[in-house]
């Protein structure tokens, strides 16, 4: 028992030391065998202030000064992942391919200026340069992965939780959620008309996933810990939803968003109370699951008291108070759920 348990909870890798030369092989490969996938990972950095720092780069690699260990998980097909490393492995990868050429060089000076292939003699140095690379097994639990991902991307370009589960649980629900996550209401959800911020952490397609998680799991007999855990959970469970259930997703989702739009127009996922009215999950949580779910004869027949009945629940104090503390802890959401079930049965059965 106790060996099963240390088995859950320590990863099989191995590690291996790979040519620059190689590394650049395998990323470029068709299919590539080495993923950087942009989709997962942040967009690359380096480049932001020209090319010094992608060049100091390169340059400690000609000192030989010890590089960081890149991390891999190894994918199904026998391919890897990239976890840890996409920025140092783009800029290999750049630079070999030519694509920018070494500046700001402090020890290398008399390389100031030069393109990959102009580097003569320093071609081969570089080449044959090798990087320590772990590579986790294809048969860790895919908890454990998602657990390495986030421990080795604690520093400022953390990956979000979704983006995790973006690179993990690819397949035709993390492309649905992709899709829908492109309607102006979600992509711009929380923003202000005017504001030039850009959600490049995966937020929207996190925000679709929320209301498939929470609509198939209507008692939240899932939710036994956290948010994170739950959502984690259902993509690992429906990553690979055929086609059917993938029509059956995105038509459900759709037209659950059209209707609450229909019910509460400017004013949908805000809370009506507020002074300043701006789009919020828990308001988002809450009417996609109840009032995106109710047929249209009811949102044609109801729709002023249903409104009326979601200002009284976000004015009244028991609401209210489930808005502070831990925001997404399972008794506040169950409690929040109840208390506006209660008022939505209400409006829609009065006659």
Known sequence: MVN?????????????????????NRINAAPSKLKLNPDFQRKYKWDKDGWVRSSRFIESCLMRIPLPSCYFAEDDDGSHLVI???????????????????????????????RFSQLEDFRSELETTTIRCIVLRKDNPKKLIREIFSRLNQGAVALSDQEIRHAIYPGALDSLLT???????????????NSDSVKDALEP?????????????????GFSSSLKDFLDNFMEENALIDGNKVEEF?????????????VFGEDVFVNPSAEKRR?????YDLVMTTVGELSDEIIDKFSEKIKNAYAELCDSEDFKKT?????????????????????????????
């Open 279 to 283: 789009k919020g999950l828990v308001h």
């Open 4 to 24: 099963q348990l240390a088995d859950e909870k320590m990863l099989n890798l191995y590690p291996i030391d790979y040519p620059f030369e190689t590394l650049v």
């Open 84 to 114: 840890d490393g996409v920025q140092r492995l783009t800029t290999i990868n750049k630079f070999m391919k030519d694509e920018f050429a070494l500046e700001g060089m402090t020890t290398f000076k008399e390389l100031e200026g030069k």
């Open 250 to 262: 995105r038509s459900r989702f759709k037209r659950a968003l059209q209707k609450c739009q229909d």
């Open 205 to 221: 397609e996190e925000q679709v996933l929320r209301y498939f998680a929470f609509s198939e799991d209507n008692n939240m007999d």
């Open 323 to 351: 808005l502070s503390g831990g925001l997404q802890d399972k008794s506040r959401v169950v409690k929040r759920r109840s208390q506006w079930r209660g008022l939505l049965e209400a409006s829609i059965n009065a006659e």
């Open 179 to 193: 899709e829908l996550a492109q309607d102006p209401v979600i992509a711009r959800f929380g923003l202000s008309e």
